[in-house]
């Protein structure tokens, strides 16, 4: 069922600073996700399957990337007949007031109020494009119906452990928000909002409008726009229990691809849920008689010669005879050189690992000392287009820059916790 009174509005600007080297050359939702996909993939994929071919995709940082994957929206299906389909909106300067960058993501669609109402549609759907998620809005619609609400997000139980990280609701019987905290330290509630609003389009404008005048405010939905319909609109909760993770860390980027190669996992393989994605024209991969394969994501174009044990690979990836990759994300057209090991470790695109390295090696877990909020759980990253030299034993928590030569490395020891940097004046640059 096509739900033509829906727009959705996808906001895909972040800077996904907590994600270290994986963001450093592309917005967050387009870092490669589950092998062949990107993250923003999860997000267009739900709205075409819940009938919703409406879709504006707001950007600001680092676009290209994203606006190569995404195109003119055929993968998707979004190239329609009637005139709808997707729509890239960026940040722009005029001779209008406020027009500048978007300062936070309520401004970012206040920014666009023009362009939503001349879709002429009733609802409006907010949706972030960096969440990892199967989620039916059709079912939210009719809730949102149902109660006759102003306001609707979407809600899901979160470990304790958790809470802190994101925004709590309190509900009564009939789902109806009583209370919002944003980030607070001691939450009242396990509901956690899961940055999915589902909006009348007056009350979005009057929100949106209204905001725009505080200059107190940060301009952000979770801040600012939310706790202030709790108390003005007629907001309820619409409780979601499938499979959702914010992948804004190193962490739960590396926790949530793993959890595809949990036996349970169908978020990829629903036949009546496909996960689409632009498509790449590489042939099939290949396993040598010399390569064992276990409990891994191999994609196109693969040539894995080697040992891969409960790992990610994307197109192109080889694993050289002799190699082993466990636990780890490895991104488009690396290579694993002879009987090197990567473990526990993310490698972005076209990195070159040497033989005989090891990386991710050791019992130390020393957080990294130039970015200790990146690196923190004892994950290892290389940045795109690195190169590790031969017989290098790199440790926990390290990460490497985009770019890196071997050149740059200090010697063939890394210890857990550095940081390699290119090299600058001669110097090779250790943190």
């Not at 301009?219 to 499979?243: E, Q």
């Amino acid at each position: 069922m096509v739900m033509d009174n829906v727009l959705a509005i996808i906001l895909a600007g972040g800077r996904g600073e907590r994600l270290g080297i994986l963001a450093h050359e592309r917005t967050k939702p387009a870092i490669p996700f589950a092998g062949k996909y990107r993250i923003i993939d999860f997000t267009l994929s739900n709205c075409v399957n819940s009938g919703i071919y409406n879709v504006a995709v707001l950007t600001q940082y680092q676009p290209l990337s994203l606006a190569e994957h995404i195109g003119i929206g055929a993968a998707w299906g979004l190239v329609r007949m009637d005139g709808s389909g997707i729509r890239l909106l960026q940040p722009y300067l005029a001779r209008e007031e406020d027009r500048d960058w978007y300062k936070g993501t309520a401004n970012a669609v206040y920014q666009n109020l023009q362009y939503i109402d001349e879709q002429g549609a009733e609802l409006v759907l907010i949706l972030s494009g960096d969440h990892i998620c199967r989620m039916d809005y059709s079912d939210m619609l009719k809730f949102h119906q149902e109660t006759q609400a102003d306001v609707t997000l979407a809600a899901t139980p979160m470990s304790s452990e958790e809470l802190q990280r994101f925004g709590t609701v309190t509900v009564d019987e009939e789902g109806r928000v009583l209370s919002f905290q944003e980030k607070a330290k001691k939450p009242e509630s396990n509901l956690v909002s899961m940055g999915i609003y589902l909006f009348q389009k007056d009350i979005l404008h009057r929100c949106l409008e209204e905001d725009a005048q505080l200059r107190s405010s940060k301009h952000d939905f979770g801040r600012n726009i939310i706790p202030r319909v709790v108390s003005n609109c007629k907001t309820f909760a619409y409780s979601f229990h499938g499979y959702w993770r914010d992948v804004g860390t190193v962490q739960s980027y590396w926790q949530a691809n793993m959890d595809l190669l949990e036996p349970h996992s169908s978020l990829l393989f629903d036949a009546n849920w496909p996960i689409r994605t632009r498509e790449d024209e590489r042939p099939p991969a290949m396993v040598s008689e010399t390569a064992g394969v276990v409990n891994s994501m191999i994609s196109s174009g693969c040539v894995i010669k080697g040992r891969v044990e409960h790992s990610i690979l994307s197109p192109g990836v080889k694993v050289a005879e002799g190699a082993v990759v466990k636990d780890s994300i490895i991104l488009s057209d690396s290579v694993v050189g002879p009987h090197s090991i990567v473990d526990y470790s993310i490698l972005d695109k076209e990195v070159v690992v040497g033989a005989g390295c090891h990386l991710g090696c050791g019992d130390n877990f020393q957080i990294n000392r130039r970015e200790p909020k990146v690196a923190n759980t004892g994950i290892t990253l290389v940045g795109k287009r690195a190169k590790v030299p031969p017989g290098v034993k790199m440790g926990r928590n390290c990460i490497t820059y985009y770019g890196v030569t071997e050149d740059d490395f200090p010697g063939p020891e890394i210890q857990s916790g550095e940081t390699i940097r290119p090299r600058r004046r001669g110097v090779a640059r250790t943190a």
